[in-house]
Each structure stands twice: as C-alpha cells, then as structure tokens.
C-alpha cells in the first residue's frame, strides 16, 4: 500500500513480550492463546487478530480482572460489552459495574477491565496496538487475575484499597487496620497481606491511581521516634527515613540521625515527617498515609500523621493491603512471545523534522547558486564593456580604513579572509596603495608563486546583496521563509586576447524559519571561486567557473511532543560546484537580446550531526545532495541614457530542467542508536520556469544598483518568490 511504503520508511523490528498471568486459589488449568508473528503498519491501531490468531484466556470459572500495559506506544479494546470499570485503570476512580468506555480510548498506555471470562476474550479480540514512531523494542505486559485483587506487573504484586465505604466515610485507626491487613479474612487466594510498603516511584505512582482518599501504609516511627521503619511484609523492620525531632512550631525535616541509613526512594510533602503533634498534646504522629485527594497538590505524596486521623483533610478512611514477596504466588505462569516486523512510518512524519531536512538541501542549493551568479553578472559586464576597469577609490569621497570596521563594512571581510588577521598594521586601502593591497593578497602570493602571475594589473571588484523569499508548499509540507544578505569581493585579469581569469571569494549569513513553531535554520557560508570568460566574437561567448565553499548550519528544531525543550545542533555542509554558460548577444537600436544556454552541476556533503535537548534527539549520517540542471533563456534590456549613467530596464525567461537525483537522510534517535530511520529528499519537481522583472541603475565612474522581483514556478505547482537588491561598483 501506497500509505504503509511510500518509499520513506524501511522495516524495523519491534518485539513484543506478553507474559500472562494466573492466577486461584487452586491451580486452574489455565492457559492462553496469542499470535506468534505480526507484519504491518503500526503508525495506527492494528489488531493483533490480524494475524489470524485472537488473543484470549481460558480456564477461569470466576470473573476476571484483566491489566495490559506496554512501555511505548498506545494500547485500545474496541468492545467493552459486559465489563466493568476498575478503580485506577483507564482513568477510573472506583470501581463500577458501569461498562469501562474509557479503555477504548487512543492515548493510553495501561488498561483494565473485569468480567467473565467470556466477555474479556470478547475484548481482547479488540485488541489493538500503535506504535510511538521513535522506540523500536517495546514490552507489553498482560495479566489475568481471578477477582479481588489489583496486579502490578512490574514487581508481581497485588494490592487491595480496603476500609470504611460507608457514606461519610468513618477514620480507621492504623493499628486496626495492621490486624486487618495480615488476618486469614483477608487472605488473597492463600496470600497472607500486609500494610504496603513502598520503595520505587513506579511503584507509588501505581498505587497511588488506585486510590481516591487517603490511605494508611505500613510505615510507622512508633517504635523509635524519629526513626521509621516499614512494619510489615517482605522490608519488615527495615528503615527507611531517619530525622531528629523538630519543634513544632518550626515544622520540617530535621537532621539525619547518625548511622541511621535511608531508602533511595522517598515521597514525603516537603516539611514531613515533622512530628507536628506530640504526645504532650494527646497526639503522637507516628503513622505515614497517602494524599489521596485528586485535586490536592499533594497528591500522592507522604505524610506523618497520628491515629486515628480524625482532623481537616488529613482524615484517613481507608488502608492499603499488598501481597507478594514473602513466598507462594495466587498466579499460574505463562507466557508467549508476538514478534511484529512492521513497517511503522517512523519520526520522518514530523513536518518540522522533514522541513529542517529539506531545508538544509534547499540552502544548500541557493548557496551555491548565489555564489555563481554575482561571478555569472561579472563576466556578463565585460562581455558588455570589453574591459574591466578597478574601483575608482576617490568616487567613495572618503579614504577606507581597513582597520575600522565601524567605517566599513567590507572590512571584517577583508580581514578574515585576505589580511588574515592583521589588524594590528595600519593600512589605508586608497587608490595609492591599491596595488601594494592586492599584490599581499593571499591569493596573490599562491598564484604568483605557483603560476608565476604578477597580480600588479589585477582589478577588484565588490558586490552586495540582500535577498528574501518564500517556499510556499502545496503537499502538506510546512511553508519555508528565509532572508540572506551577501558580500562577493573579487579580483580578475585579462591574461590573454578575449579571455578574462579571476577569483571571487563570498561571505553569505541566511536565516530560514520552517513552519510556525521555531524551527529555523542559521547559516554562515563561505566560498571561493575561480572563473574565466572568453568570447570568440563581438557577439558569442563562454563563461565558466568552478567553486569550494562551506556551511555552518545552526540547527533549532521543535519537537510538538516536547515544544518547551527544542533540540539544537551545529551541522557543517562541504561544497563543490561548477557551471558552463554559453552566450548568444544582438544589439539594436537601445535594446540589448540575449539568449543563453547554461549547465550547473553542485555537490554538497553535509558531515554527520547528533542533537542536543530532549529524548527526541537524533543523530544525523554524513548526506550527500547532488544537484544538477540545464536552461535554456533570454534576456531583454532597453537602455535609456540618464545625467550622468544608464538606467537600464529588463526582463528575463528562463526554463529550467531539473537533472536533480533524490538523496537519502539517515538517522538514529541517539536513545537507540542501533535502529536506523531513512528519509528520501526528493526533488518535488522536474523542470520549473523562471520569470524576472527588474532595473540596472548604472552610474559612471559610480554605484551600479539593481533590483529585481523573481517567481520560480515549478511543475508540481509548488513556487518561490524572491525579491533581490544589489549594490556594486562599476568595472
């Protein structure tokens, strides 16, 4: 099916362990039934009976209280008909003969329900599973239990909420309620009970669903103030908090008694044990309960208290029994394996996941195209000029200090990438020193020294831009906006008749927000090209050139399961590129035609990334992205003299036919860095149209401004606008 492949997903392996439980006061002869192997989709609710095998119980003669949990991923019966509700499972607060409708629902990952053993197999031929999208192993636990008991799958115990149900609910004194729990009238199927006690977190936030009022425990400083111990069951007069007296009137947990050793895991609200009552007041608070009102910030949480609790909202009518863990199970074990090959639709459908993939591509391609074309436009100005002529320093009406980065913005450029460094030497960049400036170029020295070039006729050039555009999507991919300003500094010569050499290094910074959550993507880019135009005649022409640049990607992506905590990374792009641009050209009159053929060919490697911020976070392989295209287009420009330059209308067509072949992202949640997620970056599109409107405001001996309004539109009828401002000096 078109929806499980789509070749974006490749199989994974999820395994699946149920372990069924039983569970008489005699031996039933109880067994189970469960499919063996699965293969299907589980990015939604599948029935585990589509296997052709439906899970059910047998050899139960009483009612049956069944509990299903799974660590990943979310668990659902359709059908309910005949069961019962049960106090802390599906939502559930107390138990009910009312039919549990809540266990149908599709965001749970524990639920339960009572009836006869005829309706529970009906509803577990419902059963049905979805997977998270992120966790390969996952563990469903089962468990059939006969009736009167709650069983907690993770230590194998069971758990009763016994005391007063009368309406008011009367206080039960602690001590009763000890006798009670251990007594042969509350034996469950030949387990002898005992006051909970409890020492894990998963095994307080179980209990704790279980209850709705407060609720004793078997915890208790009665033996030696200050020193609790757990009274009963498997931890019998084990200690687990140890605390000097406080004052009443200060309240809180005071210092740990010396050689007194605590449990890893405590839950007491903040401040108790205080022993807040004394025995000088008639009270001794020597007993721990549970906050068991819902809507209590408290809930849940531990606290001293004496007996029996009559007072405010500390009354507590009910006491908690466990069984388990001193010898004899109620349970006969079973168990059975399901081992699902599935074709789950992994992370990749997050759309701000797959909008940051595509959008690193995206820029990518842009950087690339944005470093030919100022190089593209230099060489089309000597094709027009015939010569190329150097920055005439005295039109700036100001000398440039190249030490002074307030003074010119130009300047970090220079110094990062031609000065190395060296601010430190005072250097003025005027029309006096230009040539000693260019002949201590780095790039000078390398072609001066492997080629044996004298750089004293070389001429420099500058180009700024500033762009903006929008990636509008039609296909259910989130919207991409991004703005990018510009710095192209170059050099060039004419080393024999017709033919122009030069090299342009570019500083670019772009910012592109994907969607509207906060995933955005920074970059800083840098590039180097080498170029040469020649010209057979006055009206045919060859341009080329070839490239390397670099990307620093800054990376924030927003995760809608987490959107507080976003991820973050820093991902470096290697590029290499070229292209090939023939040109035809005819003057007439005061219009300019051109008709051109172009190729351009681009390889960029993104180096592999992890992120950092939440449990969500992946780590990305190395990818490469291949981009390549030819068009074919025209240009028209009328010239119109103006004082003092040409102000020079235009408009230009171009098609293009996108040669692009997919590339495949590959990642791994760094959680499970053993099971790998594919994502194909496709190109959405086979050849697209470009259409252009803009001016050239060309001055003298002065500034050469240009703007255009650029739309790509592309066959998939996906489209991007562009709107670009550059500012240069003439040649």
């Not at 063996?36 to 209280?65: A, K, N, W």
């Not at 059908?79 to 939502?91: A, S």
């Not at 004793?216 to 605390?243: F, L, R, V």
Request: charged content about 25%; some cysteine; aromatic content about 12%.
């Amino acid at each position: 099916m078109e929806f499980i492949l789509r070749k974006l997903v490749r199989c994974i392996h999820i395994t699946f362990f149920l372990i069924i439980f039983f569970s008489s006061k005699i031996v039933y002869s109880a067994d189970f039934t469960f499919p063996t192997s699965l293969t299907t989709d589980t990015s939604d609710f599948v029935l585990l009976s589509d296997t052709g095998t439906t899970p059910s119980v047998s050899g139960f003669s009483t009612e049956v209280l069944i509990t299903i949990t799974t660590t990943a991923g979310y668990i659902k019966v359709t059908t309910v008909t005949g069961l019962e509700q049960i106090h802390g499972l599906c939502g559930y607060t107390a138990d009910s003969s009312s039919v549990p409708t809540n266990c149908t629902d599709s965001d749970r990952s524990e639920i339960g329900f009572q009836g006869t053993q005829a309706e529970v197999n009906t509803a577990l031929a419902t059963l049905s599973f979805k997977g998270d999208g992120a966790t390969s192993n996952t563990t469903i636990s089962v468990s059939a239990t006969p009736e009167g008991a709650s069983y907690n799958p993770v230590n194998g115990h069971y758990y009763r909420v016994l005391g007063s149900f009368t309406t008011p609910p009367q206080a039960v004194d602690w001590a009763d309620a000890r006798t009670e729990a251990k007594s042969d009238a509350k034996k469950f199927n030949g387990l002898t009970g005992y006051l909970v006690t409890i020492t894990t977190e998963q095994e307080n936030n179980w209990i704790k669903e279980k209850i709705s009022t407060n609720a004793w425990t078997g915890g208790s400083d009665s033996e030696t103030e200050n020193i609790w111990k757990w009274m009963d069951g498997p931890e019998a007069g084990q200690t687990y908090t140890c605390q000097k007296y406080v004052e009443a009137s200060v309240g809180g947990t005071g210092a740990t008694i010396s050689g007194c050793s605590e449990q890893s895991y405590l839950n007491w609200v903040p401040g108790e044990p205080n022993s807040h009552r004394t025995a000088s007041d008639g009270w001794d608070e020597d007993y721990m309960h549970l906050y068991g009102d819902r809507t209590d910030v408290k809930f849940g949480q531990w606290n001293d208290f004496p007996s029996p609790a009559t007072v405010g909202n500390n009354v507590v009518t009910k006491y908690i029994v466990e069984y388990g863990g001193m010898g004899g199970t109620a349970t006969v074990f079973g168990s059975a394996s399901l081992s699902i090959n599935s074709t789950e639709v992994d992370f990749f459908v997050d759309k701000d996941l797959v909008g940051i993939v595509e959008g690193q591509s995206e820029s990518a391609k842009r950087f690339i195209y944005s470093s030919t074309y100022p190089v593209l436009e230099r060489m089309e100005w000597y094709r027009t000029t015939k010569k190329n002529d150097n920055i005439k320093f005295q039109d700036l009406g100001i000398d440039i200090d190249i030490t002074n980065k307030d003074t010119y913005p130009y300047a970090k450029l220079l110094d990062a990438y031609l000065l190395k460094g060296d601010v430190n030497k005072e250097q003025k960049l005027s029309n006096k020193n230009i040539e000693k400036f260019i002949s201590e170029l780095p790039l000078s020295q390398y072609l001066k020294n492997e080629f044996g070039m004298v750089p004293r006729k070389w001429k420099i050039w500058s180009s700024g831009y500033f762009k903006k555009g929008k990636i509008k999507l039609k296909s259910g991919k989130v919207n991409k906006e991004f703005d990018s300003d510009a710095l192209t500094l170059g050099m060039d010569k004419i080393i024999r008749k017709n033919t122009l050499f030069g090299i342009a290094i570019r500083l670019q910074d772009e910012d592109t927000d994907v969607g509207q959550s906060g995933t955005q993507i920074k970059s800083d880019a840098k590039s180097a090209t080498i170029y040469s135009s020649w010209h057979k005649n006055s009206s045919t022409f060859i341009d080329s050139l070839i490239g390397y640049g670099y990307i620093e990607n800054d990376l924030t992506r927003v995760v809608q399961a987490n959107p507080s905590n976003p991820l973050t990374g820093n991902r470096g792009v290697k590029q290499y590129f070229t292209s090939i641009k023939f040109n035809k050209i005819r003057d007439k009159d005061n219009f300019t035609s051109l008709l051109f053929g172009r190729f351009d060919y681009g390889l960029s490697k993104l180096e592999s990334f992890s992120e950092l911020g939440n449990t969500h976070a992946l780590r990305f392989e190395e990818q490469n992205l291949k981009n390549k295209s030819i068009s074919i287009g025209a240009l028209t420009k009328y010239k119109k003299k103006i004082k003092k330059g040409y102000f020079l209308p235009y408009g230009r067509i171009e098609f293009f036919e996108n040669l692009t072949p997919d590339s495949e992202a590959k990642a791994s949640y760094i959680s499970d860095p053993n099971t790998t997620y594919y994502y194909t970056v496709k190109e959405d599109y086979s050849n697209s149209l470009k259409l252009e409107l803009g001016f050239d405001l060309n001055l003298i001996d002065s500034w050469y401004f240009s703007t255009s309004i650029r739309r790509l539109i592309k066959n998939n009828k996906d489209y991007e606008n562009e709107f670009a401002i550059k500012v240069s000096k003439p040649f």
